[in-house]
């Protein structure tokens, strides 16, 4: 048995070298594997076509050096995340964002303007953002899609306003407060006949 197992290694460092050699295990300097996915969920309106996409992207750099196969990179796990997150201070402002993050108040203007550029009203997200409160997603049995869109339509989940972006954060918030209290959303904004996530969703009464 000993035998066949040295049998075995010889056979393999000998294959191993004679790949090296001939650069079969080997890539063109700095080749990388990307696997992009994507979904695309259609949304049913009257003369247009709209799609909600989400994109998805890995990257794998390939070996091109033999160095490569032993000096690999070590990415921090959780439990360095603390000692890491000291070790970069400098990146961390007193309400605990990256500079580089985007705030609430960016991420609802930039849905409104996509709103508004497909034929809603402006107050469609607010009104969203009520619907969703009023009428929550049942996230045991939804998937990804339906927990991304109660995360982003719900102030008080994210909590992603910053100090300055008052006027934004009462709007929103007030809109998630009436939806929670059970106020009709479309008295509360008569000029949004079709709220944005009614177009994609629908309520289950049980």
């Given at each position: 048995?000993c035998?066949?197992?040295?049998?075995?290694?010889?056979?393999?460092?000998?294959?191993?070298?004679?790949?090296?050699?001939?650069?079969?295990l080997?890539?063109?300097?700095?080749?990388?594997?990307?696997?992009?996915?994507?979904?695309?969920?259609?949304v049913p309106?009257?003369d247009?076509?709209f799609?909600?996409?989400w994109g998805?992207?890995?990257?794998?750099?390939?070996?091109?050096?033999?160095?490569?196969?032993?000096?690999?990179?070590?990415?921090?796990?959780?439990?360095?995340?603390?000692?890491?997150?000291?070790?970069?201070?400098?990146?961390?402002l007193?309400?605990?964002?990256?500079?580089?993050?985007?705030?609430?108040?960016?991420?609802?203007?930039?849905?409104?303007?996509?709103?508004?550029?497909?034929?809603?009203?402006?107050?469609?997200?607010?009104?969203?953002?009520?619907?969703?409160?009023?009428?929550p997603?049942?996230?045991?049995?939804?998937?990804?899609?339906?927990?991304?869109?109660?995360f982003?339509?719900?102030?008080?989940?994210?909590?992603?306003?910053?100090?300055?972006?008052?006027?934004?954060?009462?709007?929103?918030?007030?809109?998630?407060?009436?939806?929670?209290?059970?106020?009709?959303?479309?008295f509360?904004?008569?000029?949004?006949?079709?709220?944005?996530?009614?177009?994609?969703?629908?309520?289950?009464?049980?």
């Amino acid at each position: 048995m000993c035998s066949r197992h040295m049998l075995l290694a010889i056979l393999l460092i000998y294959v191993t070298q004679r790949f090296t050699a001939s650069g079969w295990l080997l890539f063109p300097a700095s080749t990388s594997l990307q696997i992009t996915m994507s979904i695309s969920v259609p949304v049913p309106l009257k003369d247009m076509k709209f799609f909600i996409d989400w994109g998805f992207q890995v990257n794998y750099v390939c070996p091109w050096l033999l160095s490569n196969f032993y000096d690999i990179p070590k990415w921090p796990g959780h439990s360095r995340m603390q000692t890491r997150a000291l070790s970069y201070d400098k990146y961390i402002l007193r309400n605990g964002t990256h500079p580089a993050d985007a705030s609430a108040e960016q991420v609802y203007m930039a849905l409104e303007d996509l709103m508004v550029s497909y034929g809603f009203h402006e107050t469609c997200l607010l009104k969203s953002v009520c619907e969703v409160a009023r009428h929550p997603f049942d996230l045991e049995n939804e998937n990804l899609i339906a927990e991304i869109f109660s995360f982003v339509l719900s102030p008080s989940i994210h909590n992603a306003f910053i100090e300055n972006e008052r006027v934004y954060r009462s709007a929103y918030e007030a809109a998630e407060r009436y939806g929670a209290s059970g106020v009709d959303c479309g008295f509360m904004y008569p000029d949004c006949p079709l709220a944005f996530i009614d177009a994609i969703t629908k309520v289950k009464f049980e």
